[in-house]
């Protein structure tokens, strides 16, 4: 065996364990992604199935302590518009803008209410809290109750498809209309208004 051959074995063999070395450190890079993408925050709740609820059924009650007083949908005698968000989604970030123009718009008409439905915070990286909440509604200046609810009791009964869930409930408690994902406004006074007009 000439010297040039001697000389490229140990060239070869430390290539091939460098390389063997980098395929075990990505394997392990890509499986940690995978299980911590997985991975809820110890103090937050299980993750939330998709709600059954559809047009013309009875909506189910809850009560929420809000940024602006307790909120009980039994006492309300107005259509009540209720949003299930996300403080790390984009979309409902998005949303408080037209959100806020409705509350306006429709004050003493329509009462409005926001609540948490996640168990990720803004970062998606911890847990949601009373805290993070807060921090959203002052981040995207939020001018309608907003709740958070540690047990995601409403995003079980309400979620559909996803973030934001928009829920039209009459005064006699039957659901008139409900959305996911981000909707324009002109969507949701479309939406608003028969029952306005209804309860008139």
């Not at 993750?47 to 013309?56: R, T």
Request: proline share 6%; charged share 20%.
């Amino acid at each position: 065996m000439s010297r040039a051959a001697s000389a490229q074995r140990p060239d070869r063999r430390r290539l091939i364990i460098w390389i063997v070395v980098a395929i075990v450190v990505i394997a392990v890079v890509v499986i940690v992604g995978f299980a911590s993408r997985n991975v809820v925050p110890q103090n937050a709740t299980e993750a939330v199935g998709q709600s059954s609820l559809k047009v013309g059924d009875t909506a189910p009650e809850f009560n929420v302590q809000t940024n602006a007083g307790p909120f009980d949908l039994a006492s309300v005698s107005t259509p009540v518009l209720l949003e299930v968000f996300a403080t790390w989604c984009p979309h409902c970030q998005r949303e408080t803008v037209a959100m806020n123009d409705i509350a306006a718009k429709y004050a003493g008409k329509v009462a409005i209410v926001a609540v948490s439905g996640d168990a990720f915070d803004m970062t998606h990286t911890g847990a949601e809290s009373q805290a993070d909440v807060n921090l959203f509604a002052q981040t995207y200046s939020v001018r309608y109750p907003i709740a958070f609810d540690p047990q995601l009791a409403v995003a079980k009964a309400y979620l559909k498809d996803g973030f934001p869930t928009l829920v039209l409930i009459g005064p006699d408690k039957k659901i008139r209309w409900m959305t996911s994902g981000e909707t324009s406004e002109a969507a949701i006074v479309k939406a608003i208004k028969p029952a306005v007009n209804a309860a008139t």
